[in-house]
């Protein structure tokens, strides 16, 4: 498969497209990888250093891939952080460029706002821009919890701790403003009956909910790109005609092996790199549960 991807670039570390090209390239994929900024590492660090890309850059580096006759070959498209608001109307120019090509094409928007805790912590105007312009044309969506509150309208926390069955209810209210025949994956599900030290995933599309559950990792650090790395691998199974509940389990028994490497060598960053072999044949799989 040969994916176009729009995040954020890090020297040091693994979030954006350095958490997401890596795992696909092992995968089998062909990445083409477009930095919406570059920097030095994520912003959790004290400093960091670099910027995000201006948004004549990252349109001339599209017309360049589309010179070398990518666009047109394109079977996944990826975008997460923008950086700048009018970085959206850049990836949706790529997505329609695409789609004239291939029709089956398919494009995966992670909305990257925020997170329980900071809050928004993108430009302002961003929301607006994804809601706008970029989730009509998706044909999968893969916010977090809080990211999907603000998607569907909802007030902060309003479905944290929620009913299943609430938040279920959110995401096909969002799933109404996507194309027809979309699924969205709540990549950090926090719902009333979830089981202590336990994480869970949602997916949600117009037929059916699966949920998956997977253990919950008490680091002394928490790493960055979690949600990025399953966004990229929930993506390339779904594009690979893997139904949502298989694509579902795949991205939980990946990152959970990734996580559990991460664990083992107490490092502060997603240990990709160690977890390489866990990419095509992660050892613990998970039950995925028919929530309707």
């Known amino acids: 498969?040969?994916?176009?991807?729009?995040?954020?670039?890090?020297?040091?570390g693994h979030v954006g497209n350095s958490a997401a090209a890596f795992p696909l390239q092992c995968l089998g994929h062909d990445v083409w990888a477009v930095p919406t900024a570059i920097l030095s590492n994520h912003a959790g660090y004290p400093d960091t250093a670099g910027r995000a890309a201006a948004p004549a850059e990252i349109a001339a580096l599209v017309a360049g891939l589309d010179r070398r006759g990518a666009l047109a070959a394109c079977d996944l498209l990826l975008s997460g952080y923008l950086g700048a608001p009018a970085t959206a109307a850049i990836v949706a120019d790529a997505v329609a460029r695409v789609r004239a090509a291939n029709p089956?094409?398919?494009?995966?928007?992670?909305?990257?706002?925020?997170?329980?805790?900071?809050?928004?912590?993108?430009d302002p105007d961003l929301p607006g821009r994804f809601a706008a312009a970029l989730v009509?044309?998706?044909?999968?969506?893969?916010?977090?919890l809080f990211e999907l509150e603000v998607l569907a309208g909802m007030s902060p926390g309003a479905l944290d701790g929620a009913d299943l069955s609430d938040?279920?209810?959110?995401?096909?209210?969002?799933?109404?403003?996507?194309r027809p025949g979309g699924c969205l994956l709540v990549t950090s599900v926090e719902?009333?009956?979830?089981?202590?030290?336990?994480?869970?995933?949602?997916?949600?599309?117009?037929?059916?909910?699966?949920?998956?559950?997977?253990?919950?990792?008490?680091?002394a650090i928490a790493p960055h790109g979690a949600g990025d790395l399953v966004a990229a691998l929930f993506a390339a199974c779904f594009a690979a005609g893997r139904q949502p509940s298989d694509a579902l389990?795949?991205?939980a028994a990946v990152l959970h092996a990734v996580f559990v490497q991460t664990a083992r060598t107490g490092a502060a960053?997603?240990?990709?790199?160690?977890?390489?072999?866990?990419f095509t044949?992660?050892?613990?799989?998970f039950a995925v549960r028919d929530i309707g």
């Open 1 to 12: 498969m040969r994916i176009l991807s729009f995040q954020s670039q890090v020297i040091f």
């Open 104 to 122: 089956d094409a398919l494009y995966c928007c992670d909305p990257v706002l925020g997170d329980r805790g900071p809050g928004i912590y993108v």
């Open 136 to 144: 009509p044309l998706a044909d999968l969506l893969t916010p977090n």
């Open 167 to 178: 938040i279920v209810t959110g995401a096909r209210e969002v799933l109404t403003r996507m």
């Open 191 to 219: 719902h009333r009956d979830q089981g202590d030290g336990m994480a869970a995933m949602l997916a949600v599309d117009d037929g059916g909910a699966w949920l998956v559950e997977t253990p919950l990792f008490a680091f």
């Open 249 to 251: 389990a795949e991205s």
């Open 269 to 278: 960053e997603l240990a990709l790199v160690d977890a390489r072999n866990s």
């Open 281 to 285: 044949m992660p050892s613990t799989r």
